[in-house]
Structure formats: structure tokens, C-alpha cells
């Protein structure tokens, strides 16, 4: 099983940036394709971004298309989120997470989770 904490979340005015980071508890040999995805109140979890294990191929929900980015660094263990021009409909709970293959974007298809870090974005 692989542990995933998120951090970099907080509150910050429309058009502001943060950076989410998810750090794994462990280092592993086995590679991950990882995705973030976020969950707003009375709302189901959707996708954000995905990238594959290597790095090389990136995936983008048309809402953050333009305005996010994802990287990750392997010899860290830790995939990034930096996410610029916030607008309010951004503010959710922003969950990191992590599949053997890339492809599916779908929250189920997704094994293992951090537990979310709140992003708040005022108007």
C-alpha cells in the first residue's frame, strides 16, 4: 500500500496561486501514475490532473486547462499541483492519488489516497 500526504493548501483571493505538494511516506521501486482530484461540500469528487509515471504525459480537466500544472519529482516520491489565476468554484478539498497505470481518470479507478488539504479561494 502507499501512503500519500497532501500539503500547500490554505485560503487566498481570486486570481492568487498555491502549490499543493503529496509527498509518499515511503519510497518505493514501483512506479505510479498519479492524479489529483478535488471534492467541494454536497458535491462528488471530481478530476483535476493526471500525469503518468515518467512525468512525460500530462491530463487536464477542461476547468483547470490553462491555469494548473502538474509535475512530479520520483526521486522525492512527490507529485505537485501548481495551480494559478484561483478562481471561487476552485475551492474544494483537494485530494493527490495513485494507480499503476495511467489511462482512466476516474476516481475508482485510483486505489490509494491522501487524505485531502483544504483550498479556499474568496471572491
Known amino acids: 500500500q502507499v501512503q500519500l500526504v497532501e500539503s500547500g493548501g490554505g485560503l487566498v483571493q481570486a486570481g492568487g496561486s498555491l502549490r499543493l505538494s503529496c509527498a509518499a511516506s515511503?519510497?518505493?521501486?514501483?512506479?505510479?501514475?498519479m492524479g489529483w482530484f478535488r471534492q467541494a461540500p454536497g458535491k462528488e469528487r471530481e478530476f483535476v490532473s493526471a500525469?503518468?509515471?515518467?512525468?512525460?504525459?500530462?491530463v487536464y480537466a477542461d476547468s483547470v486547462k490553462g491555469r494548473f500544472t502538474i509535475s512530479r519529482d520520483n526521486a522525492k516520491n512527490t507529485v505537485y499541483l501548481q495551480m494559478n489565476s484561483l478562481k471561487p468554484e476552485d475551492t474544494a478539498v483537494y485530494y493527490c492519488?495513485?494507480?499503476?497505470?495511467?489511462?482512466?481518470?476516474?476516481?475508482?479507478?485510483?486505489?490509494?489516497w491522501g487524505q485531502g488539504t483544504q483550498v479556499t479561494v474568496s471572491s
Open positions: 515511503r519510497r518505493t521501486f514501483i512506479t505510479y501514475a
Open positions: 500525469i503518468s509515471w515518467s512525468g512525460g504525459n500530462t
Open positions: 492519488a495513485a494507480k499503476l497505470q495511467s489511462g482512466e481518470t476516474s476516481a475508482s479507478s485510483y486505489p490509494y
